[in-house]
């Protein structure tokens, strides 16, 4: 049983296999969770938060302003994270970045209530990105910071996380309803409580 994982008390290398299975399903998480969140129409933390900040404030292409901004949230996980941690955090923004271009062809969502698609949209989120993390890999831009935060002084991911998601909410209230708003900092809660709640390095211990 040991030889396969359970009641393992030493840590244990994720093999290739079960790395790709580990950024696919996290990402397919996140990207329903994404899905769920704009089918309502909601705001979102992030990197992606900040390109849309930009894009409905002074007219950037979201596409763009995504690239540029996530740039140096690569050469710090180059840096401090490693090879193998940036090669995965690409794949799985790629892959990402197709499932929310496609997806839509694949799964069609008639009504959601905007408070539900915050909620529902922030815990597939918090889950897919928790598969990731534990796979040592990240949706780029401030969840690669997070994951350094943590690494480095002992933060909790999702914690920081939180904190910054706030901010950009925060800034939403210049481009988006109260409503809109309030209903994005629900899912913002959502994700990032899961994350903080369940990312426990002490607790959980393959690499």
């Given amino acids: 049983m040991a030889k396969i994982g359970f009641w393992n008390t030493e840590p244990a290398r994720h093999s290739l296999f079960e790395d790709a ?34 894009h409905y404030a002074f007219g950037w292409s979201f596409g763009l302003g995504f690239f540029l901004i996530n740039l140096p949230f690569y050469y710090l996980a180059y840096k401090r994270l490693g090879r193998a941690f940036t090669i995965k955090t690409f794949l799985a923004i790629g892959l990402l970045a197709l499932l929310t271009e496609y997806q839509p062809r694949l799964l069609e969502i008639g009504h959601i209530d905007p408070i539900w698609a915050a909620v529902l949209g922030g815990l597939l989120i918090g889950m897919g990105m928790l598969a990731l993390f534990r796979h040592r890999a990240s949706l780029g831009g401030i969840g690669i910071m997070a994951l350094y935060f943590q690494d480095r002084f002992g933060w909790r991911a999702g914690l920081v996380q939180l904190g910054i998601d706030l901010v950009i909410l925060a800034v939403s209230f210049f481009v988006a309803s109260p409503f809109i708003v309030l209903c994005s900092v629900i899912g913002a809660l959502a994700m990032n409580f899961f994350i903080a709640v369940n990312h426990r390095t002490d607790r959980y211990i393959a690499i």
């Fill in 21 to 54: 299975q580990g950024l696919f399903t996290g990402t397919v998480l996140a990207a329903l969770g994404v899905m769920l969140l704009a089918k309502a129409g909601l705001m979102t933390g992030g990197v992606a938060g900040v390109a849309f900040l930009l």
